[in-house]
C-alpha cells in the first residue's frame, strides 16, 4: 500500500468547515483514497472514499487532486462530535485488503 | 443500520488464561478481520476469514487462534495469555463487492492481562 502523510493535529472552531489534507503522492492507479476517523475509545468510523472524482455523502466531501498526489477531507459545518483521530489510507478495492493506519491527524473542535 | 458486535468492552485476564473475544456481525459479509491497536503502532492485522471455516494469516498471528463456524460469527482465541498481549481488540467486517467494500468496525474491546 502506498504511504500516506497527515498534519499530527488541527483546530477547528464549531460551526466552521474542517479541512484535513493528506499526501499520497506514490498512490498507484488502482488504489483508492479512503478515510475513516476514530473517536475516543470506540472502534473506527468509515467516512468515504475515492478514486479520482471528487464525492460527497451525509458525512463529508472527498476532494482529490487531479494527479491524484493528495486529497482533503472537509467536514463542512463540523461539530464538537466530530473530535476524533482522522485516518487517510489508501488501497486497493478488494473485499479482502487489510487496513493499514498511521498516525492520523488529531482533529479537535473548540466551541 | 450496520452493526458489529464485539462480546466485551473490557475484559481482565490472568497471564496463561485462555481468552476468547467474540464478534458477531449482521451485515451477511463475507470477509472478517481481528486488529489490534496499539500507541505508536497504529493498527495491525491478526488474522481475517474470507468464508465459513477459511483463515489467513495476518501480520502478527502468534500467539492467538482463530475460528469461524458461522458466517457471522469470528472468534479470536488467545491460547495462553501474556501480557504483551494487553491491547485494544478491534473486529471488522466487509463484503467482496469491489465497489463497495469499506470495513465496519465493532467497538473495540480493550483486553488488559495481569
Known amino acids: 500500500d502506498a504511504k500516506t502523510t497527515q498534519p499530527t493535529s488541527m483546530d477547528c472552531a464549531e460551526g466552521r468547515a474542517a479541512n484535513l489534507p493528506c499526501n499520497h503522492s506514490t498512490i498507484s492507479g488502482n488504489e483508492y483514497v479512503y478515510w475513516y476517523r476514530q473517536i475516543h475509545s470506540q472502534g473506527p468510523q468509515y467516512i468515504i472514499h475515492g478514486l479520482k472524482n471528487n464525492e460527497t455523502n451525509e458525512m463529508a466531501s472527498l476532494i482529490i487532486t487531479e494527479d491524484r498526489k493528495s486529497s482533503t477531507l472537509i467536514l463542512p459545518h463540523a461539530t464538537l462530535r466530530d473530535t476524533a483521530v482522522y485516518y487517510c489510507?489508501?488501497?486497493?478495492?478488494?473485499?479482502?485488503?487489510?487496513?493499514?493506519f498511521g498516525t492520523g491527524t488529531r482533529l479537535t473542535i473548540i466551541p | 443500520d450496520v452493526k458489529v458486535t464485539q462480546s466485551s468492552r473490557y475484559l481482565v485476564k490472568r497471564t496463561g488464561e485462555k481468552v476468547f473475544l467474540e464478534c458477531v456481525q449482521d451485515m451477511d459479509h463475507e470477509n472478517m478481520f481481528w486488529y489490534r491497536q496499539d500507541p505508536g503502532l497504529g493498527l495491525r492485522l491478526i488474522y481475517f476469514s474470507y468464508d465459513v471455516k477459511m483463515k489467513e494469516k495476518g501480520d502478527i498471528p502468534e500467539g492467538y487462534s482463530v475460528s469461524r463456524e458461522k458466517k457471522e460469527r469470528f472468534s479470536l482465541i488467545l491460547e495462553s495469555a501474556s501480557t504483551n498481549q494487553t491491547s485494544m481488540y478491534l473486529c471488522a467486517s466487509t463484503n467482496q463487492d469491489r465497489g463497495h467494500n469499506e470495513q465496519f468496525f465493532g467497538p473495540g474491546t480493550r483486553l488488559t492481562v495481569l
Open positions: 489510507i489508501v488501497r486497493r478495492n478488494f473485499g479482502n485488503e487489510k487496513l493499514t
